[in-house]
């Protein structure tokens, strides 16, 4: 077993791997940008080291710079976490020349994986079903427009080094494709550093369903059901929920097993999730693989009680997997609510600032997983996923009224998040009754439909009058005032007249 | 006291009094005693009202002297004013209807592009520029009809909260 693992991600992902070591009684150490010391992993590893400046180029992303930490503290393995270098087989390349464990899988199945036009194709010869579409570079519209009218319009536009919901766009017709492909390249090679775009058969009124799988050194490979991510916007996943409502017994066991047969094909070692697309008719695709833990993967811990980073850290330790397919079973159902830095009454557009206070839901079947804290500065340099409400019941009814229930204790002061959209779509009878496509939240969600009720707007009106009320008293403080907290008092005093 | 309160630009008169352990709150033409109490460093009021029991969030909004309250929704902003700062208001806003309004970063980030031209007549809600904030790309916009008379930013610029980036005047009569 490893005697030190260091974490090479930050915020809340990095936390909750360094609570899993600290359970295994494995030293955890981090690396930090400098606008990260605040940030709530450097405060719970055991070892934290600064890397460099704030943008991600100039230290998360920086490989030299990682394993130049994990080397000169001793570190026997590296724990990516999701997103920075957790896909790059250069990363996981470097680690084995350095020998350090790289948790995850080898470098040869990431590149494979990683690349979905090489993905695709070693699918392809695997027998997993896969979307129409042209499988190789697009590079002209001259060359696009036949490609796409041989396949159907509409349809889609993926970088081919792309994920997460960069760098795709959805083409309706071949006046508009163009563009769309201009637009597309140059952003994926911003993004990705590679402008390989492909095109591909877009299936309306999809669903986004994914299967984990956890493989071994010694050629096992199960899975462990699947996670229904539809509810998206703009492809960025915002609620997940395992199991999915579309799917029974019988297709669970297809879709596992088609997942599996993928793994297999690439000798998968690690926790990976393979991402089928699926149509009204439960014909499904398959997507891409992320080679990776997964920002959701806390539904799939909930829902079959397996610590999914202590079995990533068990299965590169060299050990079997201590289970069999036939041990595992789906208990319950749980669901994730992405609490974003993102103001949903405004286009969800990005909101900077200090948590000045924060109240967390707790009580039965409810898991926080988050990075922040009252008193934390949220960088604007990186994603504004500031945490997960992650819900457990019984029966998906019962998660229902639990997740509403603990939005409603859920509070945060300082900046605007999305919660008042997860209370929004916890009210829609589509999303109630397991009725929703990927579509769901583009077609549906406007800014309007968080209109408060008139004993709302009561309750609200009230509450600020009395606020006001009693700071009417209190003076704005101006430039060149004095500042000091006694003679704040002071003058607030003097200006009451007591 | 008196005090006019501003939501969704519906107005609704409010009178509040000091009690024992709270205050005696006139709205909609009915009066409530309302306990309350500040909890979690401010995060929360909590009020009963009637025996029942609400938990509203409420903050000041920054840069402005507005309130932010929530209960079991989305945040709902509040004007919260005096009969003098009523009729002060209104006087500006009677000024500003006729004045330019000013495109502002609401974030830090990146300008990726400029949508419109000096010049150039635009609509409520069109796009004015795209601006990068937490590697997500926002389209901004203002909320009237007019004419772009200045644009201050380009392609490419860092942009502090509250920077300007275009100036709209309004449509001429």
Known sequence: ?498 | MLYYTTLNDEKKEIIIEDRDSGFRIKLNDEWHDVDCESLADGLYLSLLIGGNSYTVETRRKRNSGDWLARFEGDYLEVAVRTELEERAAEQQEEEESKGPVLLQSPMPGVVIKISVEVGETIKAGQTIAVVEAMKMQNELSVERDGVVSGIHVSAGDGLETRALIATIDPLPE
Not at chain 1, 120 to 138: A, D, Q, W
């Open chain 1, 1 to 498: 077993m490893f005697k030190k693992v260091l974490v090479a991600n930050r915020g809340e992902i990095a936390v909750r791997v360094i609570r899993t070591l600290d359970e295994l009684g494995i030293r955890s150490a981090t690396v930090f940008s400098e606008a990260d010391r605040r940030s709530l992993h450097v405060a719970r590893a055991d070892e934290a080291y600064c890397i460099g400046p704030g943008p991600s180029p100039e230290s998360y992303l920086r490989i030299d710079k990682v394993i130049d930490a994990a080397k000169s503290c001793g570190a026997d393995g590296i724990h990516p976490g999701y997103g920075f270098l957790a896909e790059n087989a250069d990363f996981a390349r470097a680690c084995i020349k350095s020998n350090i464990k790289f948790i995850g899988p080898s470098p040869e199945a990431m590149e494979v994986m990683g690349n979905k036009v090489a993905a695709r194709k070693r699918m392809i010869e695997g027998g997993v079903p896969c979307i129409p579409g042209t499988g190789e570079s697009v590079e002209s519209a001259a060359e696009a427009i036949p490609q796409a009218e041989q396949i159907g319009f509409p349809v889609i536009l993926k970088a081919a080094a792309g994920g997460g919901g960069k760098g795709m766009r959805i083409v309706h017709d071949a006046a508009s494709l163009e563009e769309a492909l201009e637009r597309t390249r140059s952003e994926a090679a911003k993004a990705f550093g590679d402008s390989t775009v492909f095109l591909e058969k877009y299936i309306s009124g999809p669903r986004h369903i994914e299967v984990q799988i956890m493989g071994d050194s010694h050629g096992n490979v199960i899975h462990l059901g699947e996670r229904e991510c539809s509810v998206q916007r703009r492809f960025q996943k915002l609620i997940e929920e395992s199991p999915s409502p579309a799917v029974n017994e019988e297709l669970r066991k297809r879709l596992g097993q088609t997942a599996v047969d993928a793994c297999k094909a690439v000798n998968y070692e690690g926790a990976g999730t393979v991402e089928f697309v699926m149509g009204p008719d439960q014909e499904f695709y398959f997507l891409e693989m992320n080679t990776r833990l997964q920002v959701e993967h806390p539904i799939t811990e909930l829902v079959t009680g397996i610590d999914l980073v202590r079995e990533q850290v068990r299965v590169a330790a060299g050990l079997p997997l201590d289970r069999k397919q036939e041990d595992i079973s789906i208990r319950g159902h749980a669901m994730e609510f992405r609490v974003n830095a993102e103001d949903p009454a405004q286009g969800f557009l990005p909101s900077a600032g200090t948590i000045t206070a924060v109240h967390m839901p707790q009580g039965p079947g409810v898991r926080n997983d988050v990075g922040f804290y009252a008193g934390y500065e949220v960088p604007t340099i990186y994603d504004p996923l500031l945490g997960k409400l992650i819900i457990w019941a019984e029966t998906r009814d019962l998660c229902l009224s639990r997740s509403q229930r603990a939005i409603r204790e859920y509070g945060i002061k300082g900046l605007r998040h999305n919660l008042p959209f997860h209370a929004w779509t916890l009210e829609q009878k589509e999303f109630r009754k397991g009725n929703y496509d990927t579509h769901f939240i583009d077609d549906r969600f406007s800014p309007d439909l968080l209109k408060a009720d008139s004993r709302q707007e009561d309750l609200a009106r009230i509450a600020a009058t009395i606020r006001a009320y009693l700071d009417r008293d209190r003076i704005v403080i101006e430039e060149g005032m004095p500042r000091g907290p006694w003679k704040w008092v002071a003058r607030q005093e003097g200006v009451r007249g007591r």
